[in-house]
């Protein structure tokens, strides 16, 4: 992806990477990086306001692409906010005229979206930054650069300027952006277990880290959830190593190389270690009682979402060019977990011990 200049404002160049599907709109959909906040609805109407060009000529969605082709987006100016500013409390770690760092809490939607027309980020970056977001993600994603789910806590830059949209946007697609999150699930990955090397897309790569590299797409039953699948969909790799083993549960820290939705939650899963309170995608695997005593086998039963905190962000400051770097502690429900099942593995290893 690349940002131009064009006559009539911003332009974004894609280029149709291999195997692409048969029509453009599906090849397109699946080449525009997320980071450039397009959404599907969105590049059909370019597609059909003749705002998709190839060798200067509109494009129409049917039309056949070939690997190697490249498409120019005619980025419009970003219609009118339907969000409303809203006085909602953020947690910043940094802001200057280009950007802004949020520490979201679990619960908060970023950007609206049916069922969620208010109380999102955007709706508190609306209040607080006082008109001076980026309006390059349109008319619901202002300064929207990457995501979190609502139920995930943690890290997110969001960008005031155009220019710091653009670099920023540029730092993700270029996967230089670094993004670590920890997170708690079922079982604990060893690079021994036969099973996890019989996986699709499974390798190990030294340090005991487990990498998970698959084809990412909606499922096709469940449009809300993704699923690996083993053609088409867009290319995703995670990478994984254990910080704490308690024996039926453990808490890691996943990388990311890409970022597409869902994609920590459904790697997890599709090695069979899916994250705790996660009722998407963890399945129905539960923290033995026997191991971990009581207590953290019904705190882990009863924890209201997915255990994943995206705990540090760093990127390169796009007008400065300034190394940033920023942290992020558990919030206290993921912390009060955590202490659960770290007494409960220290209780059964005592008792070991003493047998």
Known sequence: MADLSGPNGAQLQVVIGPNPPDRLDKALAREVPEEAALSRSRLAKMIAAGDVLRGGLPVAAKDRVAEGDVLVLQLSAPEDVDAQPEDIPLTILYEDDDLIVIDKPVGMVVHPAPGSPSGTLVNALLFHCAGSLSGIGGAKRPGIVHRIDKDTSGLLVAAKSDRAHHGLAAQFEAHSVTRRYVALIHGVPDKADPRLRGISGVSFEPGGILKIATQLDR??????????????????????????????????????????????????????????????????????????GAAASEAAAAFPRQALHAATLGFVHPATEEELAFESPLPPDMQDLLDLLRAGAARNEDFKTET
């Open 219 to 292: 499922h096709r039953n469940d449009r809300q959830r993704q699923a690996v699948v083993s053609h088409g969909g867009r290319h995703a790799v995670t990478r994984m190593r254990v910080l704490e083993d308690f024996g039926t549960a453990a808490l890691v820290e996943c990388w990311l190389e890409t970022g597409r939705t869902h994609q920590i939650r459904v790697h997890m899963a599709h090695v069979g270690h899916g994250l705790l309170g996660d009722q998407t995608y963890g399945g129905k695997r539960k923290v033995a009682a026997k191991a971990l």
